[in-house]
């Protein structure tokens, strides 16, 4: 998928840029970007994991690349891409793909 889009990307050993991969050296060796930190975890086949530090996602327009980033693995995927609180359990945010777009799924006035 990263090499299909149109997403700069780069993946380096130590200070060297080198090919990109297969998937299951990817996820045991995150590398990070110059724009948004995504740090890709191993889990079951049926779930992709990922964690990234809100700071880096300060504003609206970083917000709106979060929202691409989500709808893009969704769309990709057509499957929910839902983001939790740290530890938590219930989605806060997430991709819908019969909305075809990223919603708010939980109030935030309650957390």
């Given at each position: ?48 994991g ?19 980033f ?42």
């Amino acid at each position: 998928m990263v090499q299909e889009s149109d997403w700069a990307w780069e993946f380096s050993d130590g200070d060297t840029a080198v090919a990109l991969p297969i998937a299951a050296e990817i996820f045991a060796r995150p590398a990070d970007a110059p724009d948004v930190l995504a740090i890709f975890r191993p889990y079951p086949s049926d779930e992709i994991g990922f964690d990234i530090d809100l700071r880096e996602l300060q504003g609206q327009e970083r917000l709106d690349l979060l929202c691409e980033f989500f709808s893009a693995i969704g769309r990709r995927l057509d499957k929910p891409v839902l983001m939790t609180s740290e530890m938590g359990q219930d989605p806060v945010l997430g991709f819908d793909p019969a909305a075809d777009r990223v919603v708010l799924m939980a109030d935030p006035r309650l957390h």
